[in-house]
C-alpha cells in the first residue's frame, strides 16, 4: 500500500483563498474517495470564517496513489466574486496543492525511549497504590516525556506510551515541514497564477470545462502549407 502527504496552503492568501482552501479540501477528500482510496485530514488551521482554512494536510494510501493525486499538485483556481467584499473588483482567487516529501518526514528508534514504572494514581483503592503499572516515558533526544497508566498491564502503557510519543514528534515534525511548504508558495504562487491545475467556478464550486480549441494548430498548419506553395 502506496502513502502520500499533501498539504493545502492559502499562505497569507486574503479570506476569499482561505474559503476556496476549505471548498477544495472537501472536493479533493471526495474526488480521492471516489477513486477507492483512503483520505484523511491529519491537521488543519482553521481560518477566520466558517468553512474557511488556512492550511490542512491530507494523508492518502492506497493503490497507484500518486496518479491519483498528481492532477490535484500546483495551484488550483476558484473564480467567484467576493462574498465578503461584494465591491471588490477581484474574481480570482488562488489555493496551493503541494505533496510534503516524506522522505524528510519524522526517522525515530524505539530505543531512544526510556521507561520508568510509577505507581498509578487517582481513583482504584489499594491495587492503584500498590502496583507499580503506571509508565513515564521520555524521547532521550528531544526530551519528549508522556505518562501513561490506562491499563493495569505495564506492557500495554508501555505500548501506549509509545505511540503517543510517536505522534507528539510526527507532529512537530509535520509543523515544520507544513511552515517549509507554507514559505515555498508564498514566495512563489504569483508565478503560478497562470497555470492552475484545476479550476472552480461559482459558490456551488462547480469544475470548470475546458474548452479545446484548435485555432492556433489550424494556424500553423495554414501557415506551413503557404510556405510550401511558394516554393
Known amino acids: 500500500m502506496e502513502t ?9 492568501g486574503p479570506l476569499e483563498c482561505q474559503l476556496a482552501a476549505g471548498k477544495i479540501l472537501g472536493a479533493l477528500l471526495a474526488d480521492l474517495r471516489q477513486k477507492g482510496l483512503q483520505a484523511e485530514t491529519m491537521d488543519r488551521i482553521a481560518g477566520a470564517e466558517n468553512g474557511t482554512i488556512l492550511s490542512a494536510t491530507v494523508r492518502v494510501s492506497g493503490q497507484d496513489v500518486q496518479s491519483a493525486i498528481q492532477t490535484w499538485l500546483g495551484t ?6 467576493s462574498p465578503y467584499r461584494p465591491n471588490h473588483g477581484r474574481k480570482n482567487w488562488f489555493v496551493g496543492i503541494f505533496e510534503v516529501n516524506q522522505a524528510e518526514a519524522l526517522s525515530w528508534n524505539e530505543n531512544d525511549i526510556v ?4 505507581r498509578s494514581s487517582g481513583a482504584g483503592g489499594q491495587h ?3 502496583v507499580s503499572s503506571a509508565v513515564r516515558a521520555t524521547h532521550t533526544p528531544t526530551g519528549t516525556t ?3 497508566q490506562e491499563s493495569r498491564s505495564q506492557l500495554q502503557n508501555k505500548k501506549i506510551a509509545r505511540e503517543r510519543i510517536r505522534e507528539k514528534l510526527e507532529k512537530v515534525q509535520n509543523g515544520k515541514l507544513v511552515e517549509m511548504v507554507n514559505q515555498t508558495w508564498s514566495q512563489h ?3 503560478e497564477r497562470g497555470n492552475p491545475v484545476r479550476t472552480f467556478t461559482g459558490m456551488d464550486f462547480k469544475p470548470k470545462k475546458e474548452t479545446k480549441t484548435y485555432k492556433k494548430q489550424r494556424s500553423m498548419l495554414k501557415n506551413e502549407l503557404h510556405k510550401e506553395l511558394k516554393l
Open 128 to 130: 492503584v497504590n500498590k
Open 146 to 148: 508522556v505518562f501513561v
Open 189 to 191: 504562487h504569483e508565478l
Open 4 to 12: 502520500k502527504l499533501i498539504h493545502i496552503t492559502t499562505a497569507k
Open 115 to 118: 521507561y520508568q514504572s510509577v
Open 76 to 81: 488550483v483556481q476558484w473564480i467567484q466574486k
